[in-house]
């Protein structure tokens, strides 16, 4: 798998877009840290470590992989919609897309699958309970069961709110992310990129600045490449 978290919208995976509720409030702002596995199939390239990190606050919830130039952030926008930023810390940048903007475009965001990766409803609608399973000294609900062409195993803590483990096979192979670190969010040991201060561009004005050439290279590397229904705060789905 290929950086999963350097494509457009690896969140924006949801059919149909379900309102902004908020699991914010039965959990701590938190800051966390998982890793990636991705085992292939078959002759496909060998398997594949990606390490990233969360930032999650009651309204915004920030993801950046470590080492990639781009990231991503999604919000509450304080109106019952999400807002979705599209980062490029070379540049010091961040494109601004407003819920309409994601509406028009044909890309409704899941606030809780932004905010626990996978969501309670996902869960309950196809997965059944599996016994209970130690996780990081941890004894955690385990969920199993077959959703968009993949076998998916989930552990879920209640008290993050929160898939800690998320295990997915299909024919293209096997991906485990893997919830390695927590903290505090007032308490997190990681510089964020973002507090060094970004110019922020919307969106819908791109296109009245399409020969300037910093614009002319964020929306080349703004491409879409994901588009399964069942995922989180990134691409959880061998591809």
Known sequence: MKTFLNVFFALFLCATCRGASDPAAVSVETAFEFETHFLPKGDAPSDTLSKWRMWRSKTEVEIWQIGSKDGEVWGLDGAGGVMFKRIFHPERTEVVFTAMDLKVIGH????????????????????????????????????????????????????????????????????????????????????????????????????????????????????????????????????
């Open 108 to 239: 409704p965001v899941d606030w809780e699958r932004c905010f626990s990766l996978v969501s309670r409803k996902f869960i309950e609608e196809f997965l059944k309970p599996a016994g209970k399973e130690s996780f990081q000294n941890q004894e955690l609900e385990c969920f199993e069961g077959d959703a968009q062409g993949s076998r998916w195993r989930v552990l879920w803590s209640d008290s993050l709110h929160m898939a800690v483990q998320v295990r997915v096979e299909n024919d293209k192979g096997t991906s485990i992310t893997k919830l390695s670190e927590s903290h505090p969010l007032s308490e997190q040991p990681w510089q964020r990129l973002r507090e060094r201060g970004y110019q922020s561009m919307d969106f819908s004005d791109l296109g009245d600045s399409e020969n300037d050439p910093t614009v002319k290279r964020l929306m080349r590397r703004m491409g879409m490449k994901c588009t399964h229904g069942s995922c989180g705060s990134v691409c959880l789905i061998p591809k």
